[in-house]
């Protein structure tokens, strides 16, 4: 145990759970940000004591009146190496760091991409600022988008916020909308959409996919929609814009219920309106020649990547209480496509 640990003392409340991870979870003080799965570590550790004596089994027995004390080491250097690659910071404080992710980055490093991450970026950018995530000096990624999806994210610097934060996100209350470029234009009227288990329409035009997603059986590389299985997953979407005539490809604004992997792309793909140059859900489709101009028609083929943008995030900040809203701009490549396609 390292000299310059802080010790945490929890006081064991009435009517505690029999073990003693359950009830050091349930009576750690909340500014001390010690998850469950954390706390199981440090009992493993030797980190926690009563009266001196150190208890490693989380299945102890405790009981009311008990004052246990929780070693908590300095947060330990993180093994991924600092990269000085530009980031486009939307807000900072000693909390958090909202970022305006650019396409073609993947967000944690991974065995394919042990370099040139987000994860990577932000340990060169907060160098000093992180105060220790999990007691490792590295970012708390609470979500995540994919590496060929543009927008925002928010990563914490400290455990407290990265607590705070994966609490919103888990309960839904963190809120996140996309820019989404799909094939088709989803209507009420469509016959196809009525007979489509889990599709429906909310007032206003609103789509809404609820369809459980999993991995897709054969391919363990994507996700599928599944019936009496996987997670559940609702999105919701409605349309922003139309382009061509007839109208072949629409602006989507669309939101999450549910964070799963892939969720727009396999849900709207599942709905018959699969994202613009999607590789692996989208692909392209034939269009009628003259719905289109040549060059539009030729933007759309060519464009090679999902055309999918986390335009906006709103969250309530974890140590002011202050609910903050932010935007970032549509990228590039996407509004190009999107004037010609206009």
Same mark, same amino acid.
């Given at each position: 145990?390292?000299?310059?640990?802080?010790?945490?003392?929890?006081?064991?409340?009435?009517?505690?759970?029999?073990?003693?991870?359950?009830?050091?979870?349930?009576?750690?003080?909340?500014?001390?940000?010690?998850?469950?799965?954390?706390?199981? @570590?440090?009992?493993?550790?030797?980190?926690?004591?009563?009266?001196?004596?150190?208890?490693?089994?989380?299945?102890?027995?405790?009981?009311?009146?008990?004052?246990?004390?929780? %070693?908590?080491?300095?947060?330990?250097?993180?093994? /991924?190496?600092?990269?000085?690659?530009?980031?486009?910071?939307?807000?900072?404080?000693?909390?958090?760091?909202?970022?305006?992710?650019?396409?073609?980055?993947?967000?944690?490093?991974?065995?394919?991409?042990?370099?040139?991450?987000?994860?990577?970026? +932000?340990?060169?950018?907060?160098?000093?600022?992180?105060?220790?995530?999990?007691?490792?000096? @590295?970012?708390?990624?609470?979500?995540?988008?994919?590496?060929? /999806?543009?927008?925002?994210?928010?990563?914490?610097?400290?455990?407290?916020?990265?607590?705070?934060?994966?609490?919103?996100?888990?309960?839904?209350?963190?809120?996140?909308?996309?820019?989404?470029?799909?094939?088709?234009?989803?209507?009420?009227?469509?016959? @196809?959409?009525?007979?489509?288990?889990?599709?429906?329409?909310?007032?206003?035009?609103?789509? @809404?996919?609820?369809?459980?997603?999993?991995?897709?059986? /054969?391919?363990?590389?994507?996700?599928?929609?599944?019936?009496?299985?996987?997670?559940?997953?609702?999105?919701?979407?409605?349309?922003?814009?139309?382009?061509?005539?007839?109208?072949?490809?629409?602006? +989507?604004?669309?939101?999450?219920? /549910?964070?799963?992997?892939?969720?727009?792309?396999?849900?709207?793909?599942?709905?018959?309106?699969?994202?613009?140059?999607?590789?692996?859900?989208?692909?392209?489709?034939?269009?009628?020649?003259?719905?289109?101009?040549?060059? %539009?028609?030729?933007?759309?083929?060519?464009?090679?990547?999902?055309?999918?943008?986390? %335009?906006?995030?709103?969250?309530?900040?974890?140590?002011?209480?202050?609910?903050?809203?932010?935007?970032?701009?549509?990228?590039?490549?996407?509004?190009? +496509?999107?004037?010609?396609?206009?």
């Amino acid at each position: 145990m390292s000299s310059h640990s802080r010790i945490i003392e929890v006081e064991i409340a009435e009517n505690p759970p029999a073990r003693l991870d359950k009830a050091l979870a349930l009576n750690v003080p909340v500014e001390a940000a010690l998850s469950r799965s954390r706390l199981s @570590r440090l009992i493993a550790e030797g980190a926690v004591s009563l009266e001196g004596r150190v208890e490693t089994d989380g299945k102890a027995k405790v009981s009311e009146g008990q004052r246990w004390h929780i %070693a908590v080491a300095p947060a330990a250097e993180y093994d /991924t190496q600092p990269e000085d690659i530009p980031l486009d910071v939307i807000y900072e404080d000693a909390s958090l760091i909202v970022v305006n992710k650019p396409v073609g980055m993947v967000v944690h490093p991974a065995p394919g991409t042990p370099s040139g991450t987000l994860v990577n970026a +932000l340990l060169h950018h907060c160098a000093d600022s992180l105060s220790g995530v999990g007691g490792e000096k @590295r970012p708390g990624i609470v979500h995540r988008i994919d590496k060929d /999806t543009s927008g925002l994210l928010v990563v914490a610097k400290s455990d407290l916020a990265h607590h705070a934060l994966a609490k919103q996100f888990e309960k839904h209350t963190a809120q996140r909308k996309y820019i989404a470029l799909a094939y088709g234009v989803p209507d009420a009227a469509d016959p @196809r959409l009525a007979g489509l288990a889990g599709v429906g329409f909310e007032p206003g035009n609103i789509l @809404r996919i609820t369809a459980n997603l999993a991995r897709h059986r /054969t391919d363990r590389q994507k996700q599928a929609v599944v019936k009496n299985a996987g997670r559940h997953a609702v999105t919701r979407a409605r349309v922003i814009e139309r382009f061509g005539a007839p109208a072949v490809v629409s602006l +989507l604004e669309c939101w999450l219920e /549910t964070g799963r992997t892939h969720q727009i792309r396999v849900h709207l793909t599942y709905a018959g309106h699969g994202l613009v140059g999607d590789p692996v859900y989208g692909g392209s489709r034939k269009l009628p020649k003259t719905a289109l101009s040549d060059a %539009a028609q030729a933007a759309l083929i060519g464009f090679n990547r999902q055309a999918l943008h986390a %335009a906006t995030l709103g969250f309530t900040h974890p140590e002011s209480g202050e609910f903050m809203e932010f935007e970032a701009p549509i990228p590039h490549d996407l509004e190009q +496509l999107m004037n010609l396609l206009r």
